[in-house]
């Protein structure tokens, strides 16, 4: 049973540039929500997307959009990234049963923007 | 305040200590109480699941919730070399709320 997937491992973009992550869910999972972890830090929402919508969205400004696929995959882009969009990008994919639902978090992708 | 507060250590322990991790939170609507780990350069791994007030216990792990004082410990016996991580807590709200709220992480060595 495949666990969460993402690519790509790591990135390098310079600054103004867009980037683009992708995220391939947990088998049998329909949600998929995106968190941002910069160095020494705990991972921070930005949003989560169900039935291809964005259903809950954190703090985080309109240069962070997302889009979730029919087969649940999803893909988060950055637009006119900047230097402290530098950091870790993790996917968690879950599946709501009754109210219990629990996110399983992917290896993530390292992105650096120079 | 955040809200969320883990103390981001370092916690360095000998090997088959026992462990104690917390976090304290200001959220009185946060329900659903979680701890991951995080081995560098990894995603994190759910270790603990729990809901509302209470104990729960996974083997060498134990996970307590007081909601009266806002407070979350996580417990390991005998800790292993292996244990070495940055330990994670999470919490999330009720129906409507799917985010996670994390704190900053501890990061335990064990020394063999």
């Known amino acids: 049973d495949a666990g969460v997937t993402q690519s790509p491992t790591h990135l390098i973009k310079t600054r103004g540039q867009q980037v683009t992550l992708r995220c391939s869910p947990k088998?049998?999972?329909?949600?998929v929500s995106w968190y941002q972890q910069a160095l020494g830090q705990g991972p921070q929402f930005i949003f989560q997307?169900?039935?291809?919508?964005?259903?809950q969205r954190g703090n985080f400004p309109d240069r962070f959009s997302g889009h979730q696929f029919p087969n649940y995959s999803s893909e988060l882009n950055v637009n006119a990234l900047l230097l402290g969009d530098s950091a870790l990008y993790l996917c968690?994919?879950?599946?709501?049963?009754?109210?219990?639902?629990?996110?399983?978090f992917g290896p993530g992708t390292r992105l650096l923007v120079l | 305040q955040k809200e969320v507060e883990q103390d981001p250590g370092p916690l360095s322990v000998p090997e088959g200590a026992i462990v104690s991790l917390n976090c304290t939170y200001s959220?009185?609507?946060?329900?659903?109480f979680m701890w991951y780990r995080q081995y560098s350069r990894k995603g994190p791994e759910l270790l603990m699941y729990?809901?509302?007030?209470g104990n729960k216990e996974d083997g060498r792990f134990t996970a307590q919730v007081d909601k009266s004082s806002k407070y979350i410990s996580l417990f390991i016996r005998d800790s292993q070399p292996s244990d070495s991580a940055t330990y994670l807590c999470?919490?999330?709200?009720?129906?409507?709320?799917?985010?996670?709220?994390f704190g900053k992480g501890t990061k335990l060595s064990v020394i063999p």
């Open positions: 968690a994919s879950s599946l709501l049963a009754g109210v219990v639902e629990t996110q399983y």
């Open positions: 088998s049998g999972h329909d949600t």
């Open positions: 997307y169900y039935e291809e919508e964005e259903r």
């Open positions: 959220n009185s609507a946060f329900q659903y």
């Open positions: 729990t809901y509302s007030s």
């Open positions: 999470a919490m999330k709200s009720g129906a409507g709320s799917y985010q996670l709220t």
